[in-house]
């Protein structure tokens, strides 16, 4: 999807309709109105003598799109095509191939560092009421994903420590192993506090997901139907300084893991 959307932003940049993109190649117009809505895959060469058509002249990024083109990757996610959502599996599929992944978290722990007991809670807490056998496969799917080998830097503010999804054992449980992944080298760990002044940027979650190059990084934020995908390149920039802004003014990472040891011993 990703890479058909970014074909369609070349095409339209270059001021160019599907039938002048599809004369260029010698196809039916019908051929790059599939490939641009993901109907259809598109080989590696026909991307780059579309980009060239387009006078696309950042190699790096047709580089990219040509690896996307490319890529037939069947990752661990698959088994539970058909059973779990799709936003579900596409973001399994954006960390399988991240750069590296930043967080800001309000409510809950991050996904990525959660305990079983903390996300089977959460999934429990779902309106209306998961059947046991979906909770438990997402769950599974949770487990099954946090498997961090690439440089993740998360901001988690206070209320999302504070607030027990579960009983204390499971919160204390969470807390140890909080305190466990922040000694990882590619694991980066700040804390807001709630008694920061004035700061309203802490007001929301979000997932920053970076691509092979910039121009292909995603954000994931929550919405009431599930996750929003976000690749426009304007707001791309606007909340990569929004994350920097957030980590600015958090705890540094020592701080930290000492916020986080107070908090497990008041439990």
Request: hydrophobic fraction near 45%; charged fraction near 25%.
């Amino acid at each position: 999807m990703r890479l058909a959307t970014e074909l369609r932003r070349l095409r339209e940049a270059a001021g160019l309709t599907s039938r002048q993109a599809a004369a260029l190649l010698g196809v039916a117009p019908a051929q790059i109105t599939h490939i641009e809505s993901a109907l259809a895959g598109v080989s590696e060469q026909r991307v780059r003598r579309l980009a060239s058509h387009y006078a696309c002249e950042d190699a790096e990024f047709v580089d990219a799109l040509a690896a996307m083109a490319t890529d037939r990757t069947q990752g661990w996610w698959e088994e539970y095509r058909g059973l779990l959502p799709t936003s579900f599996l596409d973001l399994s599929e954006l960390n399988h191939h991240a750069a590296f992944r930043r967080d800001v978290a309000v409510l809950y722990v991050p996904g990525l560092l959660q305990t079983e007991a903390y996300a089977r809670a959460v999934f429990s807490g779902r309106v209306p009421e998961l059947a046991t056998e979906e909770l438990e496969l997402r769950v599974r799917h949770r487990m099954a994903g946090q498997d961090i080998r690439i440089p993740y830097e998360l901001v988690i503010h206070e209320a999302a420590l504070r607030i027990r999804v579960a009983d204390r054992a499971a919160s204390r449980a969470q807390f140890v192993k909080l305190l466990e992944v922040s000694e990882a080298d590619n694991i980066t760990l700040r804390v807001i506090p709630l008694d920061l002044d004035g700061f309203a940027r802490a007001a929301s979650t979000m997932t920053y997901v970076g691509g092979p190059v910039a121009k292909l990084d995603t954000v994931v934020r929550d919405v009431p139907q599930g996750s929003a995908f976000i690749d426009s390149e304007a707001q791309l920039g606007a909340l990569r300084t929004r994350f920097r802004k957030v980590e600015a003014v958090s705890l540094d990472t020592a701080q930290s893991r000492d916020f986080i040891g107070r908090l497990t011993k008041e439990l």
